[in-house]
């Protein structure tokens, strides 16, 4: 029964009749996780943690969860430990796919994790016949801001200028318009001196596009040494960027942005390549970066995107995700849509549907719109999907866990 008709026939009820053939508060009817299933999509992403492998988990009671993300190793490795699991309880199974191995799950790991955590929190979704961001605790916003990368805009041709291409993006209405720091042919040379002398004028002339009161931000790519990032974000200070992406080379940004930062006073925003909330939470918890751009699933799922929300919500960091697969973008629309911080969204499917997902995500106008399908509110078309593996039997040769008094996963 749907939530509302529930409410309904609560306030219909007379006497006392109903609430007390009502099971306990909280309760749920016991279920067990059977089978875990991966597929390829049609035209699979082959950049890994971008992976839009889609992940089923299916349970004795008749219910399906879907996820996406993973590769096929480390699937099956983390769905082995679900097995036989009651799928109601999803930070513990978190915990375990986490920790029941002896070496720490690496961001690869992470991401398979986080796939299967999609699926579960679909299933909880479902199971409760509401979407997961009511279970979550109910949207804040009305909608989720967007900006595109690379997806198709009414009237976009190759040849515009970076100033037409502003203008055709704001009126697709998009939040924010976004481009690449003097960006070059690939596999070619990259003179960052150069590049930079011709990211000014770039620049400028999204500021044109955009208007004065437009939003527009520009991706370094991690292409720049800090030196070079410093008088990138000095150059284009007073064409006031919404914000300055990846602006140094990951390996350094725990040691780097905090200098660039002292230095520059362009809005920040850092991220796509890390896993799990350590990773970052230095650079949160010192305002060294003004947006957070983790993800689904890489992150290692709702699960932990949650916590690294609460992080950025204490010290008033913004989130803007980098764009994965649609199943995993669905999931940010639902998670992120309730969290009461700036959300900005990283978008690349300009509203059209894939064969394998004909229905998927809400989008008009530049935005996406949380719904009110039970679970992450996805459905899936078996037919343009290829099997990849299965998962039913558990996964216990060299995992073990360990138990705190209370019950609770502690390490090896």
């Given at each position: 029964m749907h939530r509302r008709a529930f409410l309904k026939s609560l306030a219909a009820a007379s006497g006392g009749g109903l609430m007390a053939s009502l099971p306990a508060e909280g309760s749920l009817p016991k279920t067990k996780i059977t089978r875990v299933r991966v597929y390829a999509p049609p035209n699979p992403n082959p950049?890994?943690?971008?992976?839009?492998?889609?992940?089923?988990?299916?349970?004795?009671?008749?219910?399906?969860?879907?996820?996406?993300?993973?590769?096929?190793?480390?699937?099956?490795?983390?769905?082995?430990?679900?097995?036989g699991r009651d799928p109601q309880y999803i930070e513990r199974l978190w915990q375990d796919m986490s920790r029941a191995f002896f070496y720490p799950a690496g961001r690869e790991k992470e991401d398979a994790i986080g796939a299967l955590d999609l699926a579960l929190w679909d299933l909880k979704g479902k199971m409760l016949s509401l979407p997961v961001h009511e279970v979550l605790g109910g949207a804040v916003r009305n909608y989720c801001e967007c900006y595109n990368t690379a997806g198709i805009i009414p009237g976009m041709r190759r040849g515009m200028s970076i100033k037409e291409r502003a203008q055709l993006t704001m009126a697709a209405g998009y939040r924010c318009f976004r481009m690449g720091a003097a960006d070059a042919p690939a596999n070619g040379p990259f003179?960052?001196?150069?590049?930079?002398?011709?990211?000014?004028?770039?620049?400028?002339?999204?500021?044109?596009?955009?208007?004065?009161?437009?939003?527009?931000?520009?991706?370094?790519?991690?292409?720049?040494?800090?030196?070079?990032?410093?008088?990138?974000?000095?150059?284009?200070?007073?064409?006031?960027?919404?914000?300055?992406?990846?602006?140094?080379r990951a390996e350094a940004f725990l040691e780097d942005i905090p200098i660039l930062r002292r230095k520059v006073n362009v809005p920040l925003a850092a991220g796509e390549e890390w896993g799990n909330r350590w990773d970052f939470n230095k650079l949160v918890e010192n305002h060294d970066i003004d947006y957070v751009r983790a993800t689904l699933p890489n992150v290692g799922g709702i699960t932990e995107m949650m916590k690294i929300a609460a992080i950025c919500e204490t010290h008033f960091v913004g989130i803007v995700p980098h764009f994965t697969g649609p199943v995993a973008t669905a999931a940010l629309v639902n998670c992120l849509s309730t969290y009461s911080g700036p959300v900005l969204m990283e978008y690349n499917y300009q509203g059209r549907t894939l064969p394998h997902l004909p229905v998927c995500l809400d989008f008009k106008d530049g935005k996406l719109y949380p719904n009110e399908r039970p679970g992450l509110g996805v459905e899936l078309n078996m037919k343009a999907l290829t099997p990849v593996t299965e998962i039913t039997q558990p996964v216990t040769a060299r995992a073990q866990t360990y138990f705190r008094p209370d019950g609770s996963i502690t390490n090896w």
């Open positions: 950049l890994f943690n971008q992976s839009d492998l889609i992940v089923t988990i299916e349970t004795d009671g008749g219910l399906t969860g879907i996820g996406e993300g993973g590769s096929k190793q480390m699937l099956e490795q983390s769905a082995g430990r679900l097995i003179n960052t001196h150069e590049r930079l002398n011709q990211l000014y004028e770039d620049c400028v002339q999204a500021r044109d596009g955009v208007g004065k009161n437009g939003d527009w931000c520009v991706d370094f790519h991690q292409r720049f040494d800090l030196s070079d990032a410093i008088r990138g974000c000095n150059l284009i200070e007073n064409l006031t960027p919404y914000f300055v992406e990846d602006p140094v």
